[in-house]
Structure formats: structure tokens, C-alpha cells
């Protein structure tokens, strides 16, 4: 995997910079993908520019995801795998009992869902032309009805989007993955999930390279991985 590829959306913390340490270490070269480059600017110094590129797009804007992908050709001539972890949180009440007001809940459905998607529609062409692999991070949340929570709405929506770009990426020999972690030790957890049982971050990088890892015959659709002791 010395020559491999990876692009990383959200990859300034979280799951997104424990996977990309993960990846340098197994070889791979990666391309950072933040808001702001500065942010990512540690990493690349951590890993080294030769095998890190720092790179400022807005996973929700067409333009900005389309162009980190350019650059990363420029820079490393080929994109292999690409994982699709952008993504926010906020407490919602459909009752408007707390939580955001519903004009912030515009930003949750675009990143988490338009994000994802404007990610996909970047990188397929290139991964197609390595038989290369996308990841998706969904989430617990996406599997079971969370009450009155519109992030878990989102993530059954990236669950969705997944499978629908499965089915699509049949003959291509891209392979697609959709992680979907449970309560993780992230700068998103309400103050009711960080009394409970958590996830490190690079808990679930080990699961995203677990996936990235299988030979090109092997196609893992899908991780669930939770902490012991969540309920649902």
C-alpha cells in the first residue's frame, strides 16, 4: 500500500485525523480536507509534506470538494480511497422544546447529507480509475430512530446514500463502506452521551482501515462498531 492515496474530509480531529494517522502508518499518503487549511497544517507537519497535503474546502460546496480533489491529483498523480466523515451535531426538538432554532438546522442536513454526497459525486471518477474505495461514516443513529433527533435522520440518510452508490458502482470495481460507529469521544456529544459508555476516535479509525485494508476482492459493506455496554 506504499503508493496508495486517501483523502480525508473532517481531518483536522476526531475520527477524521486518528484515521489519517492510521493510513500514514499503513502506508498511504493523505490528503487533509478542513474548512481551513491552517487547521489541518499541524498534521502535515506531524506526518511529513511528503506524504500529507493540506487542503481548505467546504464539504458543501461543490466547487471547493471538486477542486480538493484536483489538487490532490496534482499533487500525488492518483486518488485510491476517500472517506467521507465530515459532519456536525446539534440537539433538535421537533416541539421546540430546546435545542437549535430551526434556522440552524439548514447547516446539519447540509453537511451531513449534501456533504456526503458532493464527496462521492468528487472522488468516483478517480476512484474508478483505481478500483479504489469510499467510506462513509454514518452512525448507530442511522440504523435506529433516535426521538426527535434530526442528526439521526441525517445519518439514515447517509445509509441510504451509501447503498445507492453500491448499487451504482457495480463494475466499476469500486468498493463502498459505510462505518457506522456508535457513542465516540468527539467534540459533537450532547452532555447526556459523555456520561455514557464511548468510543475513542481511533477505535473507529481501526475500523475504517480494517475496511481499506482487504484485498480488492473483498468489498465490506458495512461496520457497526458501538462501545460496550450502548444501548442501541
Known amino acids: 500500500m506504499a503508493e496508495r492515496v486517501l483523502l480525508v474530509t ?15 502508518s499503513a502506508g498511504f499518503r493523505v490528503a487533509l480536507v478542513a474548512r481551513k487549511s491552517e487547521v489541518v497544517a499541524p498534521l502535515v507537519a506531524e506526518f511529513g509534506e511528503e506524504n500529507a497535503l493540506a487542503l481548505a474546502a ?64 468528487a472522488v468516483l471518477p478517480a476512484l474508478a480509475d483505481t478500483s479504489g474505495h469510499l467510506v ?3 452512525s448507530v443513529a442511522g440504523r435506529y430512530p433516535r426521538k426527535g433527533s434530526l442528526y439521526s435522520a441525517t445519518k439514515w440518510a447517509v445509509s441510504g446514500l451509501a447503498a445507492g452508490i453500491r448499487e451504482e458502482a457495480v463494475g466499476t470495481g469500486v468498493r463502498v463502506t459505510l462505518v457506522q460507529p456508535g457513542i465516540t469521544d468527539t467534540d459533537i456529544l450532547t452532555d447526556e452521551q459523555r456520561r455514557k459508555p464511548k468510543l475513542e476516535a481511533d477505535d473507529v479509525a481501526r475500523a475504517v482501515l480494517y475496511a481499506l485494508e482487504q484485498p480488492p476482492s473483498v468489498d465490506v459493506n458495512e461496520i457497526m462498531v458501538r462501545p460496550t455496554g450502548q444501548v442501541l
Open 10 to 24: 473532517g481531518a483536522s480531529r476526531g475520527i477524521g485525523a486518528a484515521t489519517a494517522r492510521r493510513a500514514v
Open 58 to 121: 467546504d464539504v458543501t460546496d461543490w466547487r471547493g470538494v471538486s477542486g480538493a480533489v484536483e489538487a490532490t491529483l496534482a499533487r500525488f498523480g492518483r486518488l485510491d480511497a476517500a472517506f467521507a466523515n465530515a459532519g456536525i451535531g446539534m440537539g433538535v426538538s421537533f416541539f421546540g422544546n430546546g435545542g437549535a432554532e430551526p434556522e440552524q438546522w439548514r447547516e446539519l442536513v447540509l453537511t451531513n447529507v449534501y456533504g456526503p454526497a458532493l464527496t462521492a459525486r
Open 136 to 138: 462513509l461514516t454514518g
